[in-house]
């Protein structure tokens, strides 16, 4: 059973930085993409970046490109997200998400992806 579980979520000052975390588990995730959304109050889920876990090919959102990078660490079956220059807009559930029919590409809508995390809190303050 796929489990992925979100960690690093807390409270930073607009200009801070937070690194998150997503610990995967239950599968072999060389195939798969893994994405990280997001969910701010009363609005949509949006797409922030996906990486291809075998070749570490990445695709971000225009509101984070540049400011965010998605990594991954095979050997911990771990995906990062590391947010830096944050503002107040960014502040949303940030969820992880694993999407094992992408086959050579990266997807962009949630409901694409298969698994998901629960989710961990991100609040910017300004």
């Known amino acids: 059973q796929v489990q992925l579980v979100e960690s690093g979520g807390g409270l930073v000052q607009a200009g801070g930085s937070l690194r998150l975390s997503c610990a995967a588990s239950?599968?072999?995730?060389?195939?798969?993409?893994m994405g990280w959304f997001r969910q701010a109050p009363e609005k949509e889920r949006e797409f922030v970046a996906a990486?291809?876990?075998?070749?570490?090919?990445?695709y971000y959102a225009d509101s984070v490109k540049g400011r965010f990078t998605i990594s991954r660490d095979n050997a911990k079956n771990t995906v990062y997200l590391q947010m830096n220059s944050l503002k107040s807009e960014d502040t949303a559930v940030y969820y992880c998400a694993a999407d094992e029919n992408a086959r050579f590409t990266l997807r962009t809508g949630g409901h694409l992806y298969d698994y998901w995390g629960q989710g961990t809190q991100v609040t910017v303050s300004s």
């Open positions: 990486i291809r876990w075998s070749s570490g090919y990445t």
């Open positions: 239950g599968r072999t995730f060389s195939r798969y993409a």
